[in-house]
Protein backbone atom coordinates (compact mmCIF):
# COMPACT_ATOMS: atom_id res chain seq x y z
CA UNK A 1 0.00 0.00 0.00
CA UNK A 2 0.96 3.47 -0.22
CA UNK A 3 2.83 5.47 2.33
CA UNK A 4 0.69 8.70 1.93
CA UNK A 5 0.67 11.61 4.61
CA UNK A 6 -2.33 13.65 5.40
CA UNK A 7 -1.58 17.24 4.49
CA UNK A 8 -2.26 19.90 7.40
CA UNK A 9 -1.26 23.24 7.21
CA UNK A 10 0.15 24.27 10.27
CA UNK A 11 -1.68 27.63 10.09
CA UNK A 12 -5.05 26.35 10.20
CA UNK A 13 -6.02 25.59 13.96
CA UNK A 14 -8.00 22.44 14.08
CA UNK A 15 -9.89 21.42 16.93
CA UNK A 16 -8.83 17.69 18.41
CA UNK A 17 -12.58 15.97 17.46
CA UNK A 18 -11.65 17.58 13.76
CA UNK A 19 -7.61 16.48 13.83
CA UNK A 20 -8.52 12.91 14.81
CA UNK A 21 -11.61 12.67 12.03
CA UNK A 22 -8.99 13.70 9.18
CA UNK A 23 -6.31 11.02 10.45
CA UNK A 24 -9.06 8.61 10.38
CA UNK A 25 -9.64 9.30 6.90
CA UNK A 26 -6.17 8.88 5.83
CA UNK A 27 -5.60 6.10 7.73
CA UNK A 28 -8.61 4.41 5.68
CA UNK A 29 -7.33 5.71 2.42
CA UNK A 30 -3.57 4.86 2.94
CA UNK A 31 -3.55 2.11 5.59
CA UNK A 32 0.52 2.41 6.28
CA UNK A 33 0.58 5.99 6.15
CA UNK A 34 1.87 7.95 8.90
CA UNK A 35 0.07 11.03 9.58
CA UNK A 36 2.30 14.02 9.99
CA UNK A 37 1.96 17.84 10.47
CA UNK A 38 4.11 19.84 7.72
CA UNK A 39 6.90 21.70 8.43
CA UNK A 40 6.15 25.44 8.66
CA UNK A 41 8.65 26.59 5.79
CA UNK A 42 9.29 23.58 3.17
CA UNK A 43 10.44 25.81 0.55
CA UNK A 44 13.75 26.59 2.74
CA UNK A 45 14.88 23.54 4.13
CA UNK A 46 16.38 23.55 7.23
CA UNK A 47 19.25 21.43 8.77
CA UNK A 48 16.70 19.33 10.51
CA UNK A 49 14.52 18.71 7.08
CA UNK A 50 18.27 17.19 5.55
CA UNK A 51 17.39 14.07 7.23
CA UNK A 52 13.73 13.81 5.95
CA UNK A 53 14.99 14.83 2.59
CA UNK A 54 17.61 11.60 2.34
CA UNK A 55 14.51 9.91 3.97
CA UNK A 56 12.76 10.91 0.86
CA UNK A 57 14.78 10.28 -1.52
CA UNK A 58 15.81 6.59 -0.21
CA UNK A 59 12.15 5.91 -0.04
CA UNK A 60 11.90 6.49 -3.72
CA UNK A 61 14.50 4.08 -4.33
CA UNK A 62 13.92 1.38 -2.57
CA UNK A 63 10.43 1.94 -3.99
CA UNK A 64 11.42 1.52 -7.72
CA UNK A 65 13.73 -1.23 -6.76
CA UNK A 66 11.27 -3.72 -5.52
CA UNK A 67 8.59 -2.61 -7.83
CA UNK A 68 9.94 -1.49 -10.94
CA UNK A 69 13.36 -3.08 -11.07
CA UNK A 70 14.24 -2.22 -14.93
CA UNK A 71 12.92 1.40 -14.55
CA UNK A 72 15.32 1.41 -11.45
CA UNK A 73 18.57 0.41 -13.34
CA UNK A 74 17.62 2.75 -16.25
CA UNK A 75 17.48 4.91 -13.65
CA UNK A 76 20.79 4.84 -12.42
CA UNK A 77 22.47 4.97 -15.98
CA UNK A 78 20.49 8.59 -16.35
CA UNK A 79 23.17 12.01 -15.70
CA UNK A 80 23.42 12.67 -12.28
CA UNK A 81 21.02 16.21 -12.89
CA UNK A 82 18.42 13.74 -13.97
CA UNK A 83 18.88 10.92 -11.66
CA UNK A 84 16.91 11.79 -8.68
CA UNK A 85 14.27 13.72 -10.68
CA UNK A 86 13.42 10.08 -12.45
CA UNK A 87 13.37 8.27 -9.60
CA UNK A 88 11.02 10.54 -8.11
CA UNK A 89 8.74 10.45 -11.53
CA UNK A 90 9.38 6.67 -11.56
CA UNK A 91 8.09 6.02 -7.94
CA UNK A 92 5.15 8.51 -8.47
CA UNK A 93 3.97 5.95 -11.30
CA UNK A 94 4.45 3.06 -8.92
CA UNK A 95 2.33 4.73 -6.21
CA UNK A 96 -0.38 5.34 -8.96
CA UNK A 97 0.19 1.50 -10.66
CA UNK A 98 -0.04 -0.82 -7.10
CA UNK A 99 -3.48 1.03 -6.41
CA UNK A 100 -5.63 -1.04 -8.82
CA UNK A 101 -4.21 -4.36 -6.83
CA UNK A 102 -3.63 -3.25 -3.74
CA UNK A 103 -7.53 -2.08 -2.13
CA UNK A 104 -10.33 -4.32 -1.68
CA UNK A 105 -13.03 -1.60 -2.70
CA UNK A 106 -13.04 0.73 -5.80
CA UNK A 107 -14.33 3.59 -3.36
CA UNK A 108 -11.10 3.57 -1.81
CA UNK A 109 -8.80 3.12 -4.64
CA UNK A 110 -11.06 6.13 -6.44
CA UNK A 111 -10.04 8.38 -2.85
CA UNK A 112 -5.91 7.86 -3.32
CA UNK A 113 -6.29 8.98 -7.08
CA UNK A 114 -7.86 12.01 -5.50
CA UNK A 115 -5.25 12.41 -3.36
CA UNK A 116 -2.68 12.30 -6.01
CA UNK A 117 -4.80 14.59 -8.12
CA UNK A 118 -5.03 17.09 -5.17
CA UNK A 119 -1.20 16.46 -4.40
CA UNK A 120 0.08 17.53 -8.21
CA UNK A 121 -1.73 20.66 -7.57
CA UNK A 122 -0.52 21.35 -4.06
CA UNK A 123 3.12 20.60 -5.87
CA UNK A 124 2.52 23.36 -8.24
CA UNK A 125 1.62 25.52 -5.55
CA UNK A 126 4.75 24.68 -4.11
CA UNK A 127 2.63 23.25 -1.32
CA UNK A 128 3.27 19.57 -1.41
CA UNK A 129 1.90 16.95 1.20
CA UNK A 130 4.54 15.85 3.43
CA UNK A 131 4.71 12.50 1.81
CA UNK A 132 8.36 11.14 0.61
CA UNK A 133 6.68 10.72 -2.65
CA UNK A 134 4.97 13.96 -3.11
CA UNK A 135 8.48 16.15 -1.69
CA UNK A 136 10.38 14.15 -4.33
CA UNK A 137 8.00 14.96 -7.20
CA UNK A 138 7.83 18.47 -5.80
CA UNK A 139 11.66 18.77 -6.23
CA UNK A 140 11.66 17.52 -9.34
CA UNK A 141 9.23 19.58 -10.84
CA UNK A 142 10.60 23.27 -9.28
CA UNK A 143 14.39 21.59 -10.91
CA UNK A 144 13.23 20.68 -14.06
CA UNK A 145 10.00 22.61 -14.68
CA UNK A 146 8.02 19.78 -15.44
CA UNK A 147 4.45 19.97 -17.38
CA UNK A 148 1.54 19.35 -14.98
CA UNK A 149 -0.42 17.75 -18.32
CA UNK A 150 1.95 14.59 -18.60
CA UNK A 151 1.41 13.86 -14.89
CA UNK A 152 -2.55 14.52 -14.14
CA UNK A 153 -2.87 12.24 -17.24
CA UNK A 154 -1.11 9.32 -16.08
CA UNK A 155 -3.65 9.99 -12.83
CA UNK A 156 -6.77 10.22 -14.96
CA UNK A 157 -5.69 7.27 -16.79
CA UNK A 158 -4.81 5.29 -13.70
CA UNK A 159 -8.18 6.38 -12.84
CA UNK A 160 -9.83 4.93 -15.57
CA UNK A 161 -8.36 1.59 -15.53
CA UNK A 162 -9.97 1.29 -12.17
CA UNK A 163 -13.16 -0.09 -14.26
CA UNK A 164 -11.13 -3.86 -13.39
CA UNK A 165 -12.08 -5.09 -17.23
CA UNK A 166 -10.57 -6.30 -20.15
CA UNK A 167 -9.14 -3.44 -23.26
CA UNK A 168 -12.03 -3.95 -25.91
CA UNK A 169 -9.45 -3.48 -28.13
CA UNK A 170 -5.89 -2.95 -28.95
CA UNK A 171 -6.43 0.66 -29.78
CA UNK A 172 -8.02 0.90 -26.27
CA UNK A 173 -4.79 -0.64 -24.95
CA UNK A 174 -2.52 1.47 -27.23
CA UNK A 175 -4.61 4.62 -25.43
CA UNK A 176 -3.87 3.23 -22.09
CA UNK A 177 0.02 2.91 -23.01
CA UNK A 178 0.29 6.59 -24.34
CA UNK A 179 -1.57 8.46 -21.62
CA UNK A 180 0.84 6.26 -18.48
CA UNK A 181 4.49 4.89 -20.25
CA UNK A 182 4.81 7.77 -22.50
CA UNK A 183 3.12 10.80 -20.58
CA UNK A 184 6.32 9.23 -17.88
CA UNK A 185 8.86 9.36 -21.36
CA UNK A 186 7.93 12.88 -21.92
CA UNK A 187 8.66 13.85 -18.29
CA UNK A 188 12.04 11.83 -18.24
CA UNK A 189 13.35 14.00 -21.52
CA UNK A 190 11.96 17.19 -19.36
CA UNK A 191 14.42 16.22 -17.04
CA UNK A 192 16.91 15.58 -19.60
CA UNK A 193 16.37 18.73 -21.17
CA UNK A 194 15.27 17.52 -24.36
CA UNK A 195 12.84 19.56 -26.15
CA UNK A 196 12.76 17.64 -29.43
CA UNK A 197 9.75 16.38 -31.79
CA UNK A 198 11.56 13.37 -32.95
CA UNK A 199 12.48 12.18 -29.56
CA UNK A 200 8.52 12.73 -28.52
CA UNK A 201 7.81 10.82 -31.30
CA UNK A 202 10.06 8.07 -30.32
CA UNK A 203 8.43 8.04 -27.10
CA UNK A 204 5.36 8.08 -28.09
CA UNK A 205 6.25 5.20 -29.36
CA UNK A 206 8.21 3.61 -27.20
CA UNK A 207 5.71 4.29 -24.29
CA UNK A 208 2.81 2.22 -26.56
CA UNK A 209 5.30 -1.09 -26.63
CA UNK A 210 5.87 -0.79 -23.07
CA UNK A 211 2.26 -0.83 -22.40
CA UNK A 212 1.50 -3.67 -24.74
CA UNK A 213 4.75 -5.91 -23.20
CA UNK A 214 3.50 -4.79 -19.68
CA UNK A 215 0.11 -5.98 -20.52
CA UNK A 216 1.47 -9.48 -21.65
CA UNK A 217 4.22 -9.51 -18.65
CA UNK A 218 1.23 -9.42 -16.27
CA UNK A 219 -1.19 -12.43 -17.78
CA UNK A 220 -0.15 -15.13 -15.46
CA UNK A 221 -0.35 -12.72 -12.71
CA UNK A 222 -3.65 -11.91 -13.84
CA UNK A 223 -5.15 -15.11 -14.72
CA UNK A 224 -4.05 -16.64 -11.27
CA UNK A 225 -6.41 -14.36 -9.82
CA UNK A 226 -9.37 -14.75 -12.45
CA UNK A 227 -8.96 -11.85 -14.16
CA UNK A 228 -8.15 -11.43 -18.04
CA UNK A 229 -7.28 -7.56 -19.10
CA UNK A 230 -5.94 -8.95 -22.82
CA UNK A 231 -7.58 -6.72 -26.16
CA UNK A 232 -11.24 -8.37 -26.64
CA UNK A 233 -11.05 -8.49 -30.09
CA UNK A 234 -7.67 -10.07 -30.78
CA UNK A 235 -9.09 -12.66 -28.81
CA UNK A 236 -12.09 -12.93 -30.53
CA UNK A 237 -10.52 -12.87 -33.72
CA UNK A 238 -8.82 -16.34 -32.51
CA UNK A 239 -11.98 -17.89 -30.62
CA UNK A 240 -9.99 -17.49 -27.60
CA UNK A 241 -11.97 -17.07 -24.71
CA UNK A 242 -11.12 -15.70 -20.91
CA UNK A 243 -11.15 -19.12 -19.26
CA UNK A 244 -8.73 -19.94 -21.56
CA UNK A 245 -6.22 -17.77 -20.49
CA UNK A 246 -7.25 -18.30 -16.90
CA UNK A 247 -6.74 -22.03 -17.00
CA UNK A 248 -3.55 -21.29 -18.54
CA UNK A 249 -4.30 -22.84 -21.86
CA UNK A 250 -0.91 -23.30 -23.87
CA UNK A 251 -3.13 -23.99 -27.14
CA UNK A 252 -2.83 -22.31 -30.67
CA UNK A 253 -5.31 -20.07 -30.48
CA UNK A 254 -4.00 -18.80 -27.33
CA UNK A 255 -0.46 -18.23 -28.77
CA UNK A 256 -1.73 -16.47 -31.77
CA UNK A 257 -3.36 -13.99 -29.55
CA UNK A 258 -0.05 -13.63 -27.73
CA UNK A 259 1.78 -13.17 -31.28
CA UNK A 260 -0.78 -10.36 -32.70
CA UNK A 261 -0.24 -8.43 -29.31
CA UNK A 262 3.62 -8.34 -29.23
CA UNK A 263 3.89 -7.90 -32.77
CA UNK A 264 2.25 -5.05 -32.26
CA UNK A 265 4.65 -3.79 -29.39
CA UNK A 266 7.44 -4.89 -31.89
CA UNK A 267 6.16 -2.56 -34.74
CA UNK A 268 5.97 0.72 -32.56
CA UNK A 269 9.38 -0.02 -31.17
CA UNK A 270 10.39 -0.01 -35.69
CA UNK A 271 8.82 3.06 -35.72
CA UNK A 272 10.68 4.78 -32.33
CA UNK A 273 13.98 3.55 -34.08
CA UNK A 274 12.70 4.89 -37.51
CA UNK A 275 13.30 8.76 -35.76
CA UNK A 276 16.76 7.58 -34.01
CA UNK A 277 19.33 9.78 -36.85
CA UNK A 278 16.89 12.90 -35.90
CA UNK A 279 16.84 11.84 -32.16
CA UNK A 280 19.57 14.16 -30.09
CA UNK A 281 22.13 12.18 -27.97
CA UNK A 282 21.11 14.21 -24.67
CA UNK A 283 17.36 11.87 -25.06
CA UNK A 284 18.76 8.30 -24.92
CA UNK A 285 19.09 7.37 -21.83
CA UNK A 286 14.75 7.98 -21.69
CA UNK A 287 14.66 5.18 -23.82
CA UNK A 288 16.72 2.48 -22.57
CA UNK A 289 13.56 0.83 -21.65
CA UNK A 290 13.83 -0.47 -25.13
CA UNK A 291 16.50 -3.37 -23.88
CA UNK A 292 13.88 -5.09 -21.65
CA UNK A 293 10.85 -4.75 -23.98
CA UNK A 294 12.84 -6.03 -26.78
CA UNK A 295 14.24 -8.64 -24.42
CA UNK A 296 10.68 -10.03 -23.42
CA UNK A 297 9.50 -9.95 -26.78
CA UNK A 298 12.70 -11.60 -27.95
CA UNK A 299 12.41 -14.02 -25.47
CA UNK A 300 8.34 -14.73 -25.99
CA UNK A 301 9.58 -15.77 -29.45
CA UNK A 302 11.31 -18.42 -28.49
CA UNK A 303 8.97 -20.41 -26.52
CA UNK A 304 6.77 -19.66 -29.66
CA UNK A 305 4.45 -16.86 -27.56
CA UNK A 306 3.54 -19.49 -24.74
CA UNK A 307 2.52 -16.94 -22.77
CA UNK A 308 2.46 -18.66 -19.41
CA UNK A 309 6.34 -20.50 -20.16
CA UNK A 310 8.38 -20.84 -16.64
CA UNK A 311 11.23 -19.08 -18.71
CA UNK A 312 9.50 -15.61 -19.19
CA UNK A 313 8.84 -15.69 -15.23
CA UNK A 314 12.64 -15.14 -14.38
CA UNK A 315 14.56 -11.74 -14.66
CA UNK A 316 17.05 -12.02 -17.10
CA UNK A 317 20.33 -11.09 -15.19
CA UNK A 318 22.19 -9.74 -18.25
CA UNK A 319 19.83 -6.90 -17.94
CA UNK A 320 22.42 -4.59 -16.53
CA UNK A 321 25.01 -4.88 -18.67
CA UNK A 322 22.97 -5.13 -21.77
CA UNK A 323 21.51 -1.60 -20.05
CA UNK A 324 25.10 -0.31 -19.42
CA UNK A 325 26.67 -1.34 -23.11
CA UNK A 326 23.31 0.50 -24.68
CA UNK A 327 23.73 3.43 -22.60
CA UNK A 328 27.36 4.05 -23.68
CA UNK A 329 26.30 2.94 -27.44
CA UNK A 330 24.21 6.25 -26.76
CA UNK A 331 21.65 3.98 -29.15
CA UNK A 332 17.66 2.88 -28.36
Known sequence: ASCATLNMAPSISMKYGLLTSRRSLCSKIFPHA????????????????????????????????????????????????????????????????????????????????????????????????????????????RKHTLTRRWLLKIIAEREKDMEDRAYRNLQELETYAENTQSSLLYLLLETLGVKNVHADHAASHIGKAHGIVTCLRATLYHSQRRKVYLPMDICMLHGASQEDFIRGSREQNVRDVVYDIASQAHIHLQHARSFSKNVPDAAMPAFLHTVAIEDYLERVRKVDFDVFHHSLQRRNPLLPIQLYFRSWKKTY
Open 34 to 141: TCRQRPTEIKSLSSSANSSSQHDEQYCIDLVRSRDYEGFVCSLLLPEAARRSSLALRAFNVELAQVKDSVSQKTIGLMRMQFWKTAVEDIYRDDPPVQPVSVELWRAV
